[in-house]
C-alpha cells in the first residue's frame, strides 16, 4: 500500500464487537485494516468511520495526562452545557446490527431515527436501545451512502423525543459542543469540546467525492457513529460519522460531523421516498 502526503479522509475503522457477542477472537489488525479499510494518506492520520471499535483496545487512550486533561473539561463545563446534554440524552438511542453497534437520534415524532449508513450497512435485524433500556425493533427506511446518513423507523414510535436540528448558518467555529452517543457499547455518553472548523473537505461515505464536515475536538470513538453533535442550545448541528487517527491509535480530537443542514435534507428525502 503506498500513502501520500496530506489529509486525505476516506473513513475507516473496524466495528464495534461486544465481547459477549463473540464466538471467536477477532482477526488480527493488519489483516483488517489492509483488507477492508485502507490508511488515510495524511501523514500518519487516518479517518476512521466509528460503526464503533474493535473491543476494549479500539477505545484505549493512552498517556497518564488523560485524567488531567478530563477534569480540565469538566471544570470548564459550563451550565448550560449541563443542561443541554439533559435534554438530549432521552432521543439518543443505540443501534445494534447483528454484532455491531452504532448511535442514533429520533428526528421526529413519527419513530424515524437518524444514523450512519456505515452502520447498518452489514445488513441484519436492527434493534434501538433507547436511554430508558427498551430494546425496540427498528426496520430500515432508506440509506444515502454517499453522504454516510441512514433513516431507520420504530414501530410504533414509542415515544422517543425528538432533537431539535439547529437553524442554517447559525454553527460558529469555536463554540462549545456535545457529542452524545454509545462509544464502546457505553450508552448515554457524552464528551465534550468545540467546533473545530466548517466546510472540512473529507471523503465520507462511499464512492470518491469529497464531502464538507464539521470539525470537532469533542471526543469521538468507536460507537459514537450515527449520533448527534449537538450545541449548548441542544440543538444538532452535525451527525458524528468519522475521526483522524495515528496508525494504531484512538481518538487524537479531530472528528466529524455530516452537517445537520445536508442530513436533515437527505434524511427528509429517504422518508418521503420509503
Known amino acids: 500500500m503506498t500513502t501520500e502526503p ?3 479522509p476516506t473513513p475507516r475503522g473496524p466495528h464495534f464487537l461486544s465481547p459477549s457477542l463473540l464466538s471467536a477472537p477477532p482477526p488480527a489488525a493488519p489483516a483488517v485494516v489492509n483488507r477492508r479499510w485502507p490508511l488515510m494518506v495524511a501523514g500518519g492520520f487516518a479517518v476512521l468511520a466509528l460503526a464503533a471499535g474493535a473491543g476494549g483496545a479500539a477505545g484505549y487512550v493512552a498517556g497518564r495526562d ?3 486533561a478530563a477534569a480540565a473539561v469538566r471544570d470548564a463545563l459550563p451550565a448550560d452545557l449541563v443542561t ?3 435534554q438530549a440524552r432521552p432521543g439518543v438511542v443505540s443501534v445494534r446490527v447483528g454484532n455491531g ?3 442514533g437520534f429520533a428526528f421526529d415524532g413519527q419513530g424515524h431515527v437518524v ?6 450497512a452489514a445488513g441484519g435485524p436492527i434493534t434501538v436501545v433507547d436511554a430508558d433500556g ?3 425493533t427498528a426496520t430500515l427506511v432508506g440509506t444515502d451512502p454517499g453522504n ?6 420504530v414501530d410504533p414510535p414509542a415515544n422517543l423525543p425528538a432533537l431539535p436540528l439547529a437553524a442554517p448558518g447559525t454553527t460558529r467555529v469555536g463554540e462549545p459542543v456535545l457529542a452524545v452517543g454509545s462509544p464502546l457499547g457505553l450508552s448515554g455518553t457524552v464528551t465534550a469540546g468545540i467546533i473545530s472548523a466548517l466546510d472540512r473537505p473529507v471523503r465520507l461515505g462511499d464512492g470518491d467525492n469529497r464531502r464538507t464536515a464539521v470539525q470537532t475536538d469533542a471526543s469521538i470513538n468507536p460507537g459514537n457513529s450515527g449520533g448527534p453533535l449537538i450545541n449548548a442550545r441542544g440543538e444538532v448541528i452535525g451527525v458524528n460519522t468519522a475521526i483522524a487517527t495515528l496508525e494504531g491509535g484512538g481518538n487524537i480530537g479531530i472528528g466529524f460531523a455530516v452537517p445537520v443542514d445536508r442530513a436533515r435534507q ?3 428525502d429517504l422518508i418521503n421516498r420509503g
Open 6 to 8: 496530506g489529509l486525505g
Open 66 to 68: 488523560a485524567p488531567t
Open 84 to 86: 443541554a446534554a439533559a
Open 101 to 103: 453497534s452504532g448511535s
Open 115 to 120: 444514523t450512519n449508513n456505515h452502520v447498518v
Open 134 to 136: 427498551r430494546r425496540l
Open 148 to 153: 454516510d446518513i441512514a433513516v431507520l423507523r
Open 266 to 268: 437527505v434524511a427528509t
